[in-house]
């Protein structure tokens, strides 16, 4: 016969006693799991020391030297808590308009255990700011709030999973297969060289959790927009305007005309967008334009329907209002979409029990509402759950003068992601 606590069997004593006294008082899913809830309480100074040392290093997503200083550190840090932790170099980069010509590394880390499912944690240390505006918000704590540039996007969400690690190393819980650690050092722009290595390890995954903020009411996501963008170039010829208009070939007409039937791509009704929103033709009052270009942001709730939007542009140019024009369009799929799942569904509905173990309601998003992620990636080529928003809750991302987190939602997100590890690790979200 196996035992009901067979699971806990490696666990250490003092620990086992106080799970077992839990266990016996109150059913599972009913009431906070002691142990694991006082261990959340107490790695909450830590992790706020995290967080500062975090936000102390300003690691812009193009400034190569800062990027490598908080990627040892959290390497260090990673294989201090017993993971074979390395940095990587892209594999492949994704080139867009505005990928840099040299990109940060990827700290990859993976802790070895004894049981049969794969989780990945993920969060990404780069933020959108430039060196030197630290001085003008560093960390501090105020009240029930902790500010600091790039805490929260997403420095907060290093700091959870290395302290989550923390509570299950310090509990000796090693029932997963293997627990991998991946922190990306571009996601701001748009993860050139980070995407292929989510794709590559996410499809290894049962469970993907990343750990981007929560948001205001810390709730969890299952999809997000895809983002991309288009960009239009029309090649003419120039002539006098005046004199001899004819001799030229117009690539402002050409491109207006490309635009106004381009536009009709545009589905909202089904979550596919297409916005021109950037133009330039012409160098002249009095010279025709000889070449001509636009951009246009667009954003989508499935995949496949960005394969089909690229598609229909390359079409779609083939009709032109002047032939003598060359006419050409690039597509990027700047971040898929996350698409909700049979299998996400079910993870997070296991969170939400957890939750109301601690008393706490926690929403879940099932609709894109704006935004990209890493966990997209992820979650392109994965069978299994990808769930988006283990971080803590906080407000003023991009912003300069006023990033923070909620301090109060520590506890609750170390007691969620430690519980949800060990419980998909275990075979028991069912």
Known sequence: ????????????????????????????????QAPFYDM??????????????????ESGSKDLESLAKIAALIRDRLAALGGKAELLDAPEVYRMGDTPEKIGQIVHAEFKGSGRRKIMLIAHMDTVYLRGMLKDQPFRVDGNKAYGLGIADDKQGIATILHTIAILQKAGFKDYDTLTVLINGDEEISSPGGRSLHTKYGAEQDVVLSFEGGGADGQLRLATSGIGAAYLTVAGKSSHAGAAPEKGVNALYELSHQLLQLDKLSQPERGLKLNWTVAQAGTNRNVIPAAA?????????????????????????????????????????????????????KVAAHARAIYEEIG?????????????????????????AVIEGMGLSGFGAHSNDAEYVLLDTI????????????????DKVK
């Open 1 to 32: 016969m196996t035992s009901a606590f067979a699971p806990y069997k490696k666990t250490p004593l003092n620990i086992l006693a106080a799970m077992l006294f839990a266990l016996g008082a109150q059913s599972a899913l009913a009431a906070p």
């Open 411 to 426: 506890v609750p997100r170390l007691y969620l992601s430690t519980r949800l590890i060990m419980d998909v690790a275990q």
């Open 293 to 345: 270009s636009a951009q246009a942001d667009a954003r989508a709730l499935k995949v496949s329907d960005f394969e089909q939007l690229q598609q229909r542009l390359n079409d779609g140019i083939r009709q032109q209002l002047i032939p003598e024009a060359k006419v050409s369009v690039k597509f990027e799929m700047r971040r898929p979409p996350l698409e909700a799942t049979p299998a996400s569904r």
């Open 360 to 384: 706490m309601p926690l929403k879940v998003a099932e609709v894109a509402t704006g935004g990209g992620t890493d966990a997209a990636f992820a979650a392109l080529k994965s069978r299994g």
């Open 40 to 57: 959340a309480q107490q790695e909450k100074a830590g992790l706020i020391d995290t967080m500062r040392d975090l936000v102390g290093i």
